[in-house]
C-alpha cells in the first residue's frame, strides 16, 4: 500500500542585513544612473530649444519685407528727355529713375520738390535697389513712358529695421539712423496703408547685395545645388564600389588593414585640411578657376567619401552569410550574389548613409573659404565652372556685415540651411524605414 507523502512547508530564508544593504545600494545606484540619463538628455534639449529660439526670433523677420506703395510717374523728361530711345536704346539704362521714386514719394507725403533737404531724407527712405527695379520695367515695356503705374518699391533697410521694431526708437535721434522726420513720415504712410510689410521673395532669388533689403541666398543656393550634384555624383559610385571591394573582393592582409585604418582617418580629418588638399592640386596645380561649383564640388566629394565607404561597409556586413551561402549554392556566381541579393538588401544602409554624408557636406564652410568661394558674387551661375558661392559661405559673410539689417538675413538664412538639413535627414530617415529589411 503506498504512503502519500504531503509537501511540508519550507521555513523562509531570513536575509542577512549585510544582504538587504547590498540591494539598497544597487537600487539606489540604478535610480542614480537613470536620473544622470535623464538630466543629459534634459541638458541637451534646453540647449537645442534655446539654439532654434535665438535663431528663429532673430531670422524669421527676414521672411517679410517692408514696401512703399506708389504711384510713379515715369516723366519722359528724366528718363528721355531728348527722345533718343528709338535710335538708342542704351539711354534707357543710364536713366536717373531714383528721383521717379523719390518724387512719387515727395506726392505722397506732401513734400515740395524744392526743399533740397527733405528731399535727401526722402530718398533715404528708399532703397538703391529701387533703380534696377523701375529700370527693369521700363525696359520690358517703353510703352510706359509718360504714364503713372501704382508700384511697390523696397523700403530702406533702416527704414525697414525701424518699422519692424528692431530700433529703439525712443532714443534721441543722434543715436539712430532714422530721424524724428523719417519716423513720422513712415507712421504717415502706415497709417495711409501705403507702407507694409510683405513675403520676402528677394531672399531665395536674390543675389548677394550691400544693401540689406536687396540681399539673398540665391547665388548661394544655386552654387549649393551644384555642388551637391557632383558630391553625388562622384562619391556615391566611388564610394559603393571601394566599399564592395574592401568588404566581399580584397583578400584580408596588412596591406587592407593599413587602408581601412587610413580610410577610418580620413573621417576624422579636420574639413579645412580638405581644403588645403584642393587649393593645392584642383587650383595650384589643376589651373580649375577659383570659386567655381566644380572645384567646392571636387573637395566635399574627398571629404565625403570616407563616411559613404565606412557606411556601405557597415550595410554590406549586416546582411546575413545565410543569403550569401544560399545564392552560392544555387549556382550563382560571386558578382551575382553581390549585385542580386547582397546589395539591394543593404541598399537602406547605402542610401542613409549617402544622404547623411550630403547633408554633412551641405554644412561645411571652411573648405569652400580656401578654395576662394568666399566672393562677392551677385550675377547667378549658369555652369558649375562660373564662379559662386554656397548657403553657408553666404551666413559667413552676413554674418560680419557691420549694417544690423544684416543680423536678421544671417538668422535667415541659417534658418533655409537648417530646414535643408533637417529634410535631407528625415529623407534618410523615411528611406531607411521603407526598405529595411528584418530577418
Known amino acids: 500500500m503506498s504512503q502519500v507523502v504531503t509537501p511540508t512547508a519550507t521555513a523562509p530564508v531570513a536575509r542577512t542585513p549585510r544582504r538587504d544593504i547590498g540591494l539598497k545600494k544597487r537600487y539606489a545606484a540604478e535610480r542614480r544612473f537613470r536620473a544622470y540619463g535623464i538630466a ?21 523677420t527676414a521672411f517679410q519685407q517692408t514696401g512703399v506703395t506708389l504711384a510713379v510717374e515715369f516723366s519722359e523728361k528724366i528718363i528721355d528727355p531728348q527722345s533718343q530711345r528709338a535710335s538708342n536704346p542704351q539711354v534707357l539704362l543710364t536713366a536717373n529713375y531714383p528721383v521717379l521714386a523719390r518724387n512719387a514719394l515727395a506726392n505722397a507725403l506732401g513734400v515740395a520738390q524744392n526743399d533740397r533737404a527733405k528731399q535727401k531724407e526722402l530718398g533715404q527712405m528708399l532703397s538703391d535697389g529701387v533703380r534696377s527695379q523701375l529700370r527693369d520695367m521700363v525696359v520690358a515695356d517703353p510703352s510706359i513712358i509718360g504714364k503713372t503705374k501704382t508700384v511697390t518699391l523696397l523700403a530702406a533697410g ?14 534721441p535721434q543722434e543715436n539712430r ?80 588593414d593599413l587602408i581601412e585604418v587610413n580610410i577610418n582617418n580620413l573621417a576624422a580629418v579636420p574639413s579645412i585640411v580638405y581644403g588645403l588638399l584642393g587649393l593645392a592640386v584642383f587650383i595650384n596645380f589643376m589651373g580649375l578657376p577659383r570659386s567655381a561649383s566644380l572645384v567646392g564640388g571636387f573637395v566635399l566629394t574627398l571629404m565625403t567619401l ?92 552676413w554674418a560680419n556685415e557691420a549694417e544690423r539689417a544684416f543680423v536678421e538675413r544671417t538668422s535667415g538664412a541659417i534658418i533655409i540651411l537648417l530646414l535643408f538639413l533637417i529634410v535631407m535627414n528625415v529623407g534618410a530617415i523615411l528611406l531607411r524605414r521603407r526598405f529595411e529589411r528584418r530577418w
Open 40 to 60: 543629459a538628455l534634459s541638458f541637451g534639449l534646453i540647449f537645442l530649444f534655446v539654439l532654434l529660439w535665438s535663431v528663429v526670433s532673430k531670422g524669421y
Open 306 to 397: 570616407p563616411t559613404i565607404i565606412i557606411a556601405t561597409r557597415a550595410a554590406l556586413k549586416a546582411v546575413p552569410p545565410s543569403i550569401r551561402a544560399a545564392a552560392l549554392g544555387l549556382g550563382a556566381s560571386k558578382m551575382q550574389t553581390i549585385f542580386h541579393h547582397v546589395l539591394p538588401l543593404a541598399m537602406p544602409g547605402i542610401l542613409t548613409g549617402t544622404i547623411i554624408g550630403l547633408a554633412h557636406a551641405l554644412g561645411e564652410t571652411a573648405p569652400l573659404l580656401l578654395i576662394g568661394m568666399v566672393a562677392f558674387v551677385a550675377n547667378f551661375p549658369t555652369t558649375p565652372m562660373d564662379p559662386s558661392t554656397a548657403l553657408p559661405v553666404q551666413i559667413y559673410m
Open 177 to 256: 539712423k532714422v530721424s524724428d522726420q523719417q519716423v513720422g513720415w513712415m507712421n504717415k504712410l502706415a497709417e495711409a496703408g501705403a507702407l507694409a510689410k510683405h513675403f520676402n521673395t528677394g531672399i531665395f532669388f536674390n543675389g548677394a547685395s550691400s544693401r540689406p533689403e536687396a540681399a539673398g541666398v540665391g547665388v548661394a543656393l544655386i552654387g549649393s545645388f551644384y555642388m551637391m550634384l557632383i558630391v553625388l555624383v562622384l562619391s556615391l559610385p566611388i564610394g559603393v564600389a571601394a566599399s564592395i571591394y574592401l568588404e566581399e573582393f580584397a583578400p584580408k592582409n596588412r596591406f587592407t
Open 158 to 171: 533702416d527704414i525697414d529695421s525701424a518699422f519692424k521694431g528692431q530700433i529703439n526708437l525712443s532714443v
